[in-house]
């Protein structure tokens, strides 16, 4: 699923939820009363009374905190922006991403570094907990209540508009990840899913190609000219493989993180899938993950067939070569001929691609 959201100067990291905390002296110490109307969600995160150790408390009452700390720690509460996500910043590549899906560890959905929540804190948000924080001191230093307006401490905070903000000609993506339903968004398309790590990577062709065939669709039905319908056909053949070839470009950049020697990991980097016998050759070899699984050779040949076709008729106003028919051995046309592409020819592109796809995608979900 995806959305572009048009927020505007309106978006805030941390959105007014219409909270306070109340931290209420009593013989046994200090005990805490939340209330509020307008969370959107929230979490709960542990700092130490120094500033200087932060970590994610799972909802389980405010009162529940780890034994056995080598430093006292006290909750802070971290609203949810007003679409009910929170930001998020990695903390290797500093790359900002928002999530619904807050949990002990995360992943980046860029470079799907992994680490504990705390370290995915933004400024912002720091500068938050740790207004939090120092009211937690003044309570357990004076003699009197304290009020924890969360309103107040948001609204004083300079940064709390960060600059990646989510507008529609940002690009921004939405997607749900298909094995846990966490939400997240993105700038891109491609990305893993910050709770679990599973890769979005099919669900974003699944979107592609749900379009190419609608678009396949009203053609087939809805223009009569035959010259007009070919032009069409053409258009639709190199679409099909270029949204394959983003996606399977993805899946690469994933397996050059795996341990292996510079060699292979340039080899890997710098893999086409131009001419996709070969980079299934390669793929399977180095990786055991067979693209072409289930595909009868004259699915393989008809794969290598069209991909040479989508060179030609993008870079060949779709007129024959001495190099197509050297990597094709195609007897149906001849050198200089303008080659045509039926609508069957798309029809059963679209459908082994996918398959190919498919393929790619589980093989590579599947390694450990």
Same mark, same amino acid.
């Given at each position: ?102 949990? %002990? =560890?995360?992943? /980046? &959905?860029? !470079?799907? $570094? *992994? ?73 891109? %398309? =491609?990305?893993? /899913? &910050?709770? !679990?790590? $599973? *890769? ?83 793929? *399977? ?84």
């Amino acid at each position: 699923m995806s959305a572009s959201d048009s927020l505007g100067e309106e978006f805030r990291e941390i959105g007014n939820c219409g909270g306070k905390l109340e931290l209420i002296r009593n013989e046994e110490g200090i005990s805490m009363s939340i209330s509020g109307k307008g969370f959107t969600g929230y979490v709960q995160v542990g700092i130490s009374l120094d500033g200087e150790r932060m970590e994610f408390w799972p909802m389980r009452g405010v009162d529940q905190r780890p034994a056995k700390e080598p430093s006292p720690m006290v909750p802070a509460f971290l609203p949810a922006d007003k679409t009910g996500l929170w930001g998020r910043q990695c903390p290797k590549c500093q790359a900002y991403f928002r999530t619904n899906g807050i949990r %002990e =560890y995360m992943f /980046c &959905p860029y !470079c799907n $570094y *992994r680490a504990r929540a705390a370290a995915f804190t933004t400024k912002n948000q720091h500068a938050f907990l740790n207004s939090q924080r120092e009211l937690w001191i003044t309570a357990f230093e004076g003699g009197e209540n304290v009020t924890i307006d969360l309103d107040r401490i948001a609204s004083d905070l300079p940064q709390n508009q960060p600059s990646w903000t989510p507008r529609e000609e940002q690009q921004q993506f939405r997607f749900v990840c298909e094995r846990c339903q966490t939400s997240c968004d993105i700038l891109g %398309e =491609y990305g893993s /899913c &910050p709770a !679990c790590g $599973y *890769r979005n990577s099919l669900t974003v062709l699944k979107r592609h190609w749900d379009a190419l065939d609608k678009e396949f669709q009203l053609v087939d039905t809805e223009i009569q000219d035959r010259q007009e319908r070919a032009r069409k056909w053409e258009s639709l053949l190199p679409r099909y493989i270029s949204a394959f070839e983003a996606m399977v470009h993805d899946i690469r950049a994933q397996l050059v993180t795996l341990p292996m020697i510079a060699k292979r990991r340039k080899e890997v980097g710098s893999l086409s899938f131009q001419q996709i016998g070969q980079a299934e050759e390669s793929i *399977r070899k180095w990786f055991g993950i067979e693209i072409f699984f289930g595909l009868k050779p004259e699915d393989q040949r008809f794969l290598n067939r069209e991909f040479n076709r989508r060179h030609l008729l993008v870079h060949r106003a779709g007129r024959v070569d001495d190099e197509y028919l050297q990597k094709t051995g195609d007897t149906s046309v001849k050198l200089h001929q303008s080659i045509r592409v039926q609508s069957s020819d798309v029809a059963r592109l679209a459908k082994l691609l996918f398959q190919c796809a498919q393929n790619f995608f589980e093989q590579f979900s599947s390694i450990s």
